[in-house]
């Protein structure tokens, strides 16, 4: 059987490439580019193809690189979606200490597997990930320089553009009251795990959407349950520094998963963990954020960019990070700029990582 995976949409020089037609697993036909017969060692040749990783099946035409199984086993998550948390859901309801909140953040965020530890600092070679030490080394300095900021969105270099969704108006970020976000949940059993603790650490604030200053100004947005703005609501609610974000609409998952679906993906992110391990954001906290497009259903959305932004979490502190600086939030399609049925070259946009300095 042979291994799938997805790389990036940027072309590969010097390469035979075929385009084909393949099915997914559900059945849906989406055209892709195989590339034949690629050196993964001096002794072995493979041939690999896989289809487009969005929400919904898409038409882009995408480039293929076989890559080793040492390749897939870091993309794949060290910890994968939990089949049953409840246990963690349980204990972070009954917090009574920091110890126990630390507690739980290292145990789902720095969880990390025996088989691949031992990768903790190694970076994926070059060729597999279709970049260049000179493009590794411009979006580090620059998102060491944002971090801080330092400087401008328009002062990105040129080689920040997103691979996957084309060049658009930036969207636009919701603040409640100077550089306050804000992510509501039904009831507070479903705020997640980490969230509960990072309330019990300090680093964001919990409260009833009826005693909170921003109730009036809550948005309901296409396809959110009225449930999520409801007085009886939660909102997790944080202050960041709007003159540090970070968006990236090219950091990958396998769909309905937390896998990342190419090496790209994966590269992008251990950079973002080169540029908080700078000396000159010691000590400094992170908000991670993930964002769904609005295809799907509005709670299970919210879910899964959760545990999408706990995977980059895990990521970056694999690469360093302290976990003492990482709040991971999913904002599922809450904040999606177009509609379930919009261009998929529309939609590519909303599911996208924003990154902030959180507010000292």
């Known amino acids: 059987m042979k291994t799938l995976h997805l790389l990036t949409l940027l072309p590969f020089a010097g390469l035979t490439l075929t385009h084909a037609q393949v099915v997914d697993p559900a059945g849906q036909p989406s055209t892709v580019v195989v590339e034949q017969e690629t050196t993964v060692s001096p002794t072995t040749k493979k041939t690999t193809a896989v289809v487009v990783p969005t929400e919904q099946p898409s038409n882009v035409v995408v480039q293929t690189r076989a890559v080793s199984d040492e390749t897939l086993a870091v993309l794949r998550d060290i910890r994968r979606l939990a089949p049953e948390r409840e246990a963690e859901v349980q204990a972070a309801l009954k917090l009574e200490s920091d110890a126990e909140a630390n507690l739980i953040l290292n145990t789902i965020l720095a969880d990390a597997r025996a088989d691949i530890q031992a990768a903790q600092a190694a970076r994926l070679e070059l060729g597999v990930v279709n970049r260049t030490a000179q493009e590794r080394n411009e979006y580090i300095d620059y998102m060491t320089r944002r971090l801080q900021g330092q400087v401008a969105v328009t ?15 930036p969207r636009q970020i919701r603040y409640y009251g100077p550089g306050r976000r ?25 409260t009833e959407v009826g005693g909170s200053p921003f109730r009036n100004d809550l ?19 944080y202050v960041v520094n709007p003159d540090t974000e970070i968006t990236r609409s090219d950091i990958l998952f396998t769909q309905g998963t937390t896998d990342f679906a190419d090496a790209y993906s994966y590269d992008v992110v251990v950079d973002l963990a080169m540029a908080m391990k700078d000396p000159a954001l010691s000590g400094q906290a992170f908000i991670i954020e993930g ?22 979490a895990r990521e970056l502190i694999r690469f360093g990070v302290a976990s003492t600086q990482l709040v991971p939030v999913g904002y599922g399609e809450s904040e999606a700029a177009v509609p379930a049925d919009s261009a998929e070259t ?15």
């Open 346 to 360: 529309l939609r590519a946009q909303d599911r996208r990582v924003t990154v902030f300095t959180l507010g000292r």
């Open 155 to 169: 002062e990105a270099p040129a080689s920040f553009e997103s691979r996957v969704a084309p060049a658009a108006e």
């Open 291 to 312: 964002h769904a497009s609005a295809e799907g259903d509005y709670s299970s959305n919210l879910a899964l960019s959760q545990a999408r932004a706990e995977r980059i």
């Open 182 to 206: 804000v992510i509501t949940y039904r009831t507070r059993e479903e705020i997640p795990p980490v969230l509960l603790a990072s309330g019990r650490l300090k680093r964001v604030e919990i």
């Open 219 to 237: 948005v309901l947005t296409d396809d959110m349950p009225e449930a999520y703005i409801q007085p009886g609501a939660y909102a997790v609610s």
